[in-house]
């Protein structure tokens, strides 16, 4: 009887790892089954939208997002966040031009409708280096949501890259007003300060940085950058806590420097 016990025990155990793997492939059988029999574009992108949400790893899966959000697509061009939602997978992917190119038909069918357009094209932007092009779309999308952080501090991001340390410093000062414990907040502030040649008072936030950083959580990371692969969350909240650490000591350099002269 006791053999007989071990026996289902490791059959179970098989089961459940054979389960496990074969999972994802469960999951595509069962999409294609619905989208067989109810082959919409609105259906095609909520079952994309479910690979494409870090806060679910287990689902996530860029590369069937990519496949479903591109069905949808294809059944229905002016299905709202559809081309959206392909420029997010391209940007993500370094493909600028490309996702630049579905951003702008997106806001073309959209407009100010789909407002989270302006926030995605202000990102590729930056990246491309259209600094000036991508504050414009901040600003625009900040119209619609002044409370979100992630915006605001993606704003003062290019307002630095394009040289207006001033008004990243401004910025900023704003937005932890409504956020004052936000680490990626304090961060660009000491980094706009230090800009100004302000060491003191850059040193102080980075500071405050430092201590904020240290709570980042793997769940706040994903939930700060959604789109991005689960298995890279650890990696991220670490190269965030050096990128803050080296700010201040950057800084602290920077005050000791000044203390001397």
Do not use: C
Request: aromatic share 12%.
């Amino acid at each position: 009887m006791l053999r007989l016990k071990k026996v289902w025990t490791v059959i179970l155990i098989a089961s459940a790892v054979l389960a496990w793997y074969e999972w994802p492939l469960l999951v595509r059988v069962e999409e294609g089954a619905q989208l067989a029999s109810h082959p919409s574009p609105q259906l095609a992108y909520e079952l994309g939208e479910r690979h494409f949400d870090a806060r679910r790893p287990r689902m996530y899966d860029i590369e069937r997002a990519l496949h479903l959000f591109s069905l949808a697509a294809s059944l229905d061009p002016t299905l709202p966040n559809a081309y959206h939602e392909l420029a997010r997978i391209d940007f993500l992917k370094g493909n600028f031009n490309s996702a630049l190119a579905k951003i702008n038909f997106q806001i073309s069918m959209h407009g100010d409708e789909m407002p989270n357009s302006y926030y995605i094209r202000g990102l590729i932007e930056g990246y491309m280096g259209d600094y000036a092009a991508s504050a414009k779309d901040y600003e625009h999308y900040l119209t619609f949501d002044s409370h979100n952080w992630a915006a605001i501090n993606d704003y003062a991001w290019v307002l630095l890259k394009d040289g207006r340390a001033e008004d990243a410093a401004v910025v900023t000062t704003e937005g932890l007003i409504l956020f004052p414990d936000n680490p990626w907040l304090l961060n660009s502030q000491a980094t706009a300060l230090y800009e100004m040649n302000a060491n003191i008072a850059a040193f102080d936030a980075a500071k405050k940085a430092s201590v904020a950083v240290a709570k980042v959580t793997e769940k706040q990371w994903l939930t700060s950058y959604p789109g991005n692969d689960p298995k890279i969350a650890a990696q991220g909240v670490a190269s965030f806590k050096k990128a803050v650490a080296d700010n201040m000591h950057t800084m602290q350099l920077a005050v000791a420097s000044s203390t001397v002269q």
